[in-house]
């Protein structure tokens, strides 16, 4: 009898390779890291050849592990072709970020759900995240990746991320005047907190720029117009934290947190596919 390939197999092993993590992809699957590590063992018995290679402080595809994965992506979406025809519908997750919390996973993200499936709609809304919470509350939204504000607890912990004063490689700060800063308009949580403490230690500022939205921010700091309250996982390579050499003071950490209310087995994979992505890459 000729060997036949395992759907939810090829599956887990897709994921391995994306998220570059047996955790993660068992986090997506709701299952064990072992179960993980089983199917893959499987996979490679059947195929008889090593498709990845683990180390304490790695993952990588083999040269094996590589050619497979286009078939592998291939042998999914044919799959996935083949039960559209009996989905009663295409459904919709609608996903609200703060835009302070987005950073470099967004494109990744994206690109892992489309991967998922076709038959989920992603309504994706970027904004502050008061104002993505109040959207959650109040049931416009269907999930949120927002950073922690206030006394609001609950919810899913992606990361924690420090915060630092980031300029231009060639911004000089001209001596006796007010620190000229960039941020959101508020109610950014970023902005009150950065004003907070600059208040609080006496450090005379200005608004120099109000963006619309951090990539805004971002490139008006990159121009060397002002400093920027960013995370370090979101300050791009042009940019440096001056806050240590000009004494500024520490603007500390925030988690950001994953509130979801769907029940919906395809709904949920899709956020348990984002919860592990994110975790992946801002790990790295």
Request: proline content about 5%; glycine content about 8%.
């Amino acid at each position: 009898m000729a060997a036949t390939l395992d759907i939810a197999t090829v599956h887990a092993f897709l994921l391995v390779a994306d998220l570059q993590s047996f955790t993660r992809a068992a986090e997506v699957l709701g299952t064990t890291q072992a179960a993980i590590s089983l199917k893959l063992q499987r996979l490679e018995t059947l195929l008889g050849k090593r498709l990845v290679e683990r180390s304490p402080r790695a993952l990588r595809l083999t040269a094996d592990g590589a050619a497979f994965l286009d078939r592998a992506r291939a042998l999914m979406q044919a799959h996935d072709r083949a039960l559209s025809g009996e989905a009663s519908a295409v459904q919709s997750l609608s996903l609200g970020i703060s835009d302070h919390a987005a950073g470099p996973e967004l494109v990744p993200l994206l690109e892992r759900l489309h991967a998922m499936s076709s038959q989920l709609t992603l309504a994706v809304t970027i904004g502050f995240s008061r104002e993505m919470q109040d959207a959650y509350d109040a049931g416009r939204l269907d999930a949120v990746v927002v950073r922690q504000e206030g006394s609001r607890r609950g919810g899913e912990k992606l990361t924690e991320d420090e915060f630092g004063w980031f300029a231009a490689r060639r911004f000089t700060l001209p001596k006796g005047e007010p620190l000229p800063l960039a941020t959101l308009a508020p109610p950014c949580g970023v902005r009150a907190i950065a004003v907070r403490a600059l208040d609080k230690a006496g450090v005379a500022w200005r608004e120099r720029f109000v963006g619309g939205g951090v990539t805004a921010v971002v490139a008006a700091t990159l121009a060397g117009l002002a400093i920027a309250p960013l995370a370090r996982r979101i300050a791009p390579p042009g940019l440096i934290d001056i806050g240590p050499a000009h004494k500024l003071p520490k603007l500390g950490s925030s988690k950001v947190m994953l509130h979801s209310k769907v029940s919906d087995p395809a709904k949920v994979a899709a956020l348990r596919a984002i919860a592990a992505t994110f975790r992946s890459l801002a790990a790295t």
